[in-house]
């Protein structure tokens, strides 16, 4: 098979570039992400606009893992998963994929709604459902062995 090469480009936005290279979903998501403070080139805040070159490092902080990235190919649209390797090189700290791991196995990255904890109002439900008053207890009745009142 012919493996395709992508047309080497010295200059992108940063924003299209973080798309373009499948770092970011959408380029709003990637914007959002600049003006927040989530992204730096080589170590300095960045604006969506900024125009990014070959050789400059791009750090991306998506919770709780900091990415680092080396633009080879600055490009402004968006390629296959399989061209990846033609866009950038991933410098990312092997410690932070060690912390990645760590939150993984912790549970809290990724816990599907509605699991963990309950909420105040679902505390509450569970207390309510399972309180003696609802089933006829009381605590002076625990001692009787006959649960029946007919015979008074």
């Known amino acids: 098979m012919e493996e395709k090469r992508l047309k080497l480009q010295e200059t992108a936005r940063l924003d299209k570039w973080l798309w373009a290279a499948r770092i970011f979903k959408t380029r709003t998501m990637a914007a959002d992400a600049c003006k927040n ?3 730096t080139v080589n170590g300095a805040n960045a604006k969506p ?3 990014v070159k070959l050789g400059e490092t791009v ?9 680092s990235f080396k633009i080879i190919n600055a490009i402004e649209s968006r390629v296959g998963a399989k061209l990846i390797g033609q866009v950038y090189e ?3 700290d092997p410690k932070q994929y060690e912390l ?4 993984r196995i912790s549970g ?5 709604r509605g699991t963990g904890r309950p909420t105040k ?6 207390d ?3 309180e003696p008053v609802l089933f006829g207890w009381d605590d002076e009745d625990e001692d009787d062995e006959d649960w029946n009142d007919d015979d008074e």
């Open 37 to 39: 403070g989530r992204v």
């Open 49 to 51: 606009s900024r125009t």
């Open 59 to 67: 750090s991306v902080k998506k919770a709780p893992v900091t990415y």
């Open 90 to 92: 991933n410098v990312t």
């Open 100 to 103: 990645l791991e760590m939150s």
């Open 108 to 112: 809290f990255v990724d816990r599907a």
């Open 121 to 126: 109002k679902d505390r509450r439900a569970m």
């Open 128 to 130: 309510s459902f399972v």
